[in-house]
T-cell receptor, first 113, second 115 residues
Framework: DAKTTQPPSMDCAEGRAANLPCNHSTISGNEYVYWYRQIHSQGPQYIIHGLKNNETNEMASLIITEDRKSSTLILPHATLRDTAVYYCIVRPRGGGATNKLIFGTGTLLAVQP | EAGVVQSPRYKIIEKKQPVAFWCNPISGHNTLYWYLQNLGQGPELLIRYENEEAVDDSQLPKDRFSAERLKGVDSTLKIQPAELGDSAVYLC?????????????FGPGTRLTVL
């Protein structure tokens, strides 16, 4: 079972920041927070991941609370092409058999013109 | 660099017929995954290969589903016979390996409709 809770849907105005929340209150110290997104009729696409520090890349920023029980994915300037289902996934550290992604139902982000 | 390639993109069959899906992973990726995605749900892992060895097939319904990855590159997922409930999107993904930092890259999927 997925170990995260996300709102089923959100709206965002084009050009504004999109802030997608995720609750993972049972996360353990050896688990990462991963974010993927899935645009309609495409496969999931990796966005970003983090352990306890905030992370930023060319696609997004990931803010993890100090207690690590929740996180927020930030798309700084949302465009219509960012409309997608966003999945927050908790994944154990270490390789091998733990390299398994367990998806929930995600958040459908609709960017409005 | 080419991504994960899957074919066909769409397939419509009648129940009890066989069907096969093909996946070509990113060049150099040793680990290959097949996922099933039902409408409105996230993908669920069916099977994972490390090179040509299936190392996690616990979620694969083995009475009707089979998979192979000959020579550790391309892979085929087969259903025989198909049932109405098999209508879904079948996704293939690959990664360099199973190291902690290895990212999974997904193909576009094959949408199966069983009538």
């Amino acid at each position: 079972d997925a170990k995260t809770t996300q709102p089923p849907s959100m709206d965002c105005a084009e050009g504004r920041a999109a802030n997608l929340p995720c609750n993972h209150s049972t996360i353990s110290g050896n688990e990462y927070v991963y974010w993927y997104r899935q645009i309609h009729s495409q496969g999931p696409q990796y966005i970003i991941h983090g352990l306890k520090n905030n992370e930023t890349n060319e696609m997004a920023s990931l803010i993890i609370t100090e207690d690590r029980k929740s996180s927020t994915l930030i798309l700084p300037h949302a465009t219509l092409r960012d409309t997608a289902v966003y999945y927050c996934i908790v994944r154990p550290r270490g390789g091998g058999a733990t390299n398994k992604l367990i998806f929930g139902t995600g958040t459908l982000l609709a960017v409005q013109p | 660099e080419a991504g994960v390639v899957q074919s066909p993109r769409y397939k419509i069959i009648e129940k009890k017929q066989p069907v096969a899906f093909w996946c070509n992973p990113i060049s150099g990726h040793n680990t290959l995954y097949w996922y099933l995605q039902n409408l409105g749900q996230g993908p669920e892992l069916l099977i994972r290969y490390e090179n040509e060895e299936a190392v996690d097939d616990s979620q694969l319904p083995k009475d009707r589903f089979s998979a192979e990855r000959l020579k550790g590159v391309d892979s085929t997922l087969k259903i025989q016979p198909a049932e109405l409930g098999d209508s879904a999107v079948y996704l293939c993904a690959s990664s360099l390996g199973v190291a902690e930092t290895d990212t999974q890259y997904f193909g576009p999927g094959t949408r199966l409709t069983v009538l």
